[in-house]
């Protein structure tokens, strides 16, 4: 073991663990082991089941005056509970996390003995280093590369004003969540053109494919296989596509299409045919080409993604239909559902939507790799 890094098997404490989780504090301070660690916030609350709660941030210090210089002090102001408004207390901060603990508390509900980590008595709760930056697991479920010197968490994009789409957003419909992942997560579409049309959406604020992180890309890409893999099991393609035009938040819309409606190529003839007579030039691109290679960051575009890997992209110059996918996806040729081509036209009551987002999750819930411990 490489000097500096830290045996996370043999310091973690399951009964500080076990306090923490009952506690839920503000902030967590180590000391023992001697290094500087700051993992991202963490949520104390369990999404769309419990009432929103404070974050929590967890904070290692070194030891004074050590040779690395890693830091040992850390300033920071809090306000007490008691004079905080309750909505400013439980705002979480755009970069929150899962609880690390969730698994612990699982096991506890089912009365599962928990193994205790070999420990000294005098040792501590620290977690996992070899998790970077203090995120779950990665989405590939690879233990990421630990850092004797980890980074600052960098700041995820903030959006210019308010955010139907951001996660840690008030804006954001919550109860269409149908899961949620490390860097991105499900909803149901609102006014969706069938009870099982989903969004694919960054946690943070991103306006774009092209603007994404390398992680945002291969979470969203887990997401894609997954929903493929899931509408297959029902007898359904999925065809996804993003308008990167008059929309401030990233939305990939995933669209199922019964098998017994049309076939792949119907649907790729659908879009060609219908681009034509609007006079859009929709052109097929390399399956294995990347949006980046072909957008700039800030430009227009109008992309499609076929269950067989098939991508069809148009560069947006202006005037782009806003409800074109819709229109196409609703078709005759394809659902023929023609009075669905727009959203405004499809809404139903809270109550209704509550009901179809609760199925799904339950449909869902087999395939979601968010649920794996």
Partial sequence: MAQGEVDTKKCGSALISSLATGLKPRYHFAALEKTYY???PYRNHIILQENAQHATRFIALANVGNPEKKKYLYAFSIVPMKLMDVAELVKQPPDVTENPYRKFVKQ?????????????????FFFDLNEKQGRKRSSTGRDSKSSPHPKQPRKLPQPPGPCWFCLASPEVEKHLVVSIGTHCYLALAKGGLSDDHVLILPIGHYQSVVELSAEVVEEVEQYKATLRRFFKSQGKRCILFERNYKSHHLQLQVIPVPLSRC?????KDAFITQAQEQQIELLEIPEHSDIKQIAQPGAAYFYVELDTGEKLFHRIKKNFPLQFGREVLASEAILNIPDKSDWRQCQISKEEEETLARHFRKDFEPFDFTLDD
């Fill in 263 to 267: 076939a792949t190529d119907d649907i």
């Fill in 108 to 124: 506890a509900s089912l009365g599962k003995q928990i193994p205790a980590p070999e420990e000294d008595s005098a040792c501590q």
């Fill in 38 to 40: 700051e993992r991202l």
